[in-house]
């Protein structure tokens, strides 16, 4: 695993293993520690892999497993936001080193799609961390974790999953993958501007959403709401016209067609 020169010159630095439990969980022992980053943190293979609400991610040698870890990303109420510039930046590496553009999308909250199936997912946590300020005695460092099934994906899911390879031979390796993200992460991020340009981050994502205007359910831990998919309101949750009127949603699982739930996340 190699960082891109964008990425180098930000200073960003890399961590690689073969092995361990999960790079998000990696990152925060680290953070603990008191590393505050910009660090990737990358491994051949997880053993213990996880995604949103706890689920299992499966993850094989040859998938992409990274965790990148970032304290200067301002105020706390913006952080949320860097879900969506992480998917951004991954679409962005995605046709960077695989083409097909027309073939990849995003589906709120967090997961990749290729050709509608998942091809990966983010998952976004967040560190509170003491900072010797009486004034600000606490900040957080966040950590992006972003999975890819680039060699193979797994099966029996009630979801369909695939792998970069079923684009065919020239479908890249998870470490030529990972230069192009490390890049195209460091230019969203200055698209972003610590949440001052997340208009056009959300313009970026808007523009490869998947079921835009399309019938959706969203599961949420209490209830099930139906409706069309409008968009995302200026701070990134899902707004739904239901035949109530407008349901707006900031954390749920989203699916097509019969009752299922899609695992999100990854790290």
Request: proline content about 4%; charged content about 20%; overall charge negative.
């Amino acid at each position: 695993m190699e960082l891109g020169s964008s990425a180098r010159a930000h200073g960003v630095r890399l961590l690689a293993l073969e092995s361990v439990d999960s790079t998000n969980d990696e990152a925060r022992r680290l953070i603990e520690a008191g590393e505050r980053g910009p660090l990737w943190i990358v491994a051949a293979r997880q053993t213990r892999g996880h995604g949103r609400l706890g689920r299992a991610w499966i993850s094989p040698v040859g998938n992409l497993h990274a965790s990148f870890v970032l304290s200067d990303f301002g105020e706390n109420a913006v952080a949320p936001q860097l879900g969506f510039v992480a998917a951004v930046a991954a679409l962005r590496a995605l046709r960077n080193s695989a083409g097909a553009a027309a073939r990849f999308a995003v589906k709120w909250p967090n997961d990749l799609l290729l050709d509608g199936a998942k091809l990966g997912g983010i998952l976004l946590e967040n560190v509170s961390v003491p900072t010797g300020d009486a004034r600000a005695p606490r900040a957080s460092v966040a950590i992006i974790g972003i999975g890819v099934n680039c060699a193979a994906a797994p099966g029996g899911l009630p979801f369909d999953a695939c792998a970069l390879a079923s684009i065919g031979p020239d479908a890249p390796l998870a470490a030529t993958l990972f230069t192009h993200l490390s890049d195209a992460l460091v230019e969203t991020l200055e698209l972003w501007r610590r949440g001052e340009g997340f208009a056009a981050i959300r313009e970026a994502w808007l523009a490869d959403a998947a079921y835009i205007g399309d019938r959706i359910r969203v599961e949420l831990p209490r209830e099930t709401v139906e409706g069309r998919f409008e968009t995302v309101d200026a701070t990134g949750r899902l707004v739904l016209a239901t035949r109530d009127g407008a349901r707006v949603v900031e954390a749920g699982d989203v699916s097509l067609g019969p009752r299922q739930t899609t695992a999100g996340g990854v790290a």
